[in-house]
């Protein structure tokens, strides 16, 4: 079982729509969890960090639940320019951060 | 502001070849990373270093080399390439100790052996 998983998608979405992705993690000693987005043939860049109260940031809600081990993005009013791959990344205090395969969303017009 | 740099973007290899991909950093991170990210696999640790004269294997190390003489370069060597290296490759810098949100990527390198 991976350490981090995610859906592959691709999830295609009319502009405006609201989307929401998911990640599981295995390991319960996990402490900080992050989304990060890659645009194609593009470096990953951070997104927002995942607090346990769960965060906001503009059109974008982030949110942890620990007991259940799963992480959750929620994307208002999708944009053309949303369209991009979403990573999952989990860290577990250690030398290592460990990224899930990415969900990929395509927002079409 | 340049970040974080590698070179070179793209590479050919024969399989058999040696090559080095090289990493510079202008933010002053102790820490540097080398990932891997092949289709359905996400990115992969495969070495990383905590601070300058320092190299730690990650996930995915064998077939590699780092070194790290100097705090702002990190580089990776393939010293027999094969298929299996086929992979984009990317270099990261932090500030703090695998800090999710104080991590910083290069733009990528692709390597392809033949």
């Known amino acids: 079982r991976k350490e981090v998983e995610q859906d592959p998608g691709p999830f295609n979405v009319p502009e405006g729509a609201t989307v929401a992705f998911n990640c599981t993690y295995s390991?319960?000693?996990?402490?900080?969890f992050f989304w990060y987005r890659q645009d194609c043939r593009k470096e990953p860049k951070l997104l927002m960090s995942?607090?346990?109260s769960g965060n906001e940031d503009g059109r974008f809600t982030a949110q942890l639940n620990r007991a259940s081990q799963y992480i959750s993005l929620l994307i208002r009013d999708s944009k053309l320019s949303d369209s991009a791959t979403y990573l999952c990344?989990?860290?577990?205090?250690?030398?290592?951060?460990?990224f899930g395969t990415g969900t990929r969303l395509q927002v079409f017009p | 502001n340049a970040g974080v740099t590698q070179t070179p973007k793209f590479r050919v290899l024969k399989t058999g070849q040696s090559m080095t991909l090289l990493c510079a950093q202008d933010?002053?991170?102790?820490?540097m990373y080398w990932y891997r990210q092949d289709p359905g696999m996400g990115l992969r640790l495969i070495h990383y270093?905590?601070?300058?004269?320092?190299?730690a294997k990650g996930e995915v190390p064998d077939g590699y080399n780092v070194s790290r003489l100097k705090k702002q370069n990190f580089l990776l060597g393939l010293e027999s390439a094969a298929p299996s290296q086929t992979s984009v490759y990317f270099c990261?810098?932090?500030?703090?100790?695998?800090?999710?949100?104080?991590?910083?990527f290069g733009e990528g390198s692709w390597l392809t052996v033949v």
């Open positions: 933010m002053n991170h102790e820490y």
């Open positions: 990261a810098s932090s500030l703090a100790r695998s800090s999710g949100n104080t991590i910083y």
């Open positions: 995942v607090y346990s």
């Open positions: 390991n319960s000693a996990s402490q900080s």
């Open positions: 270093s905590v601070g300058e004269g320092t190299t």
């Open positions: 990344v989990v860290n577990k205090n250690t030398d290592k951060l460990i």
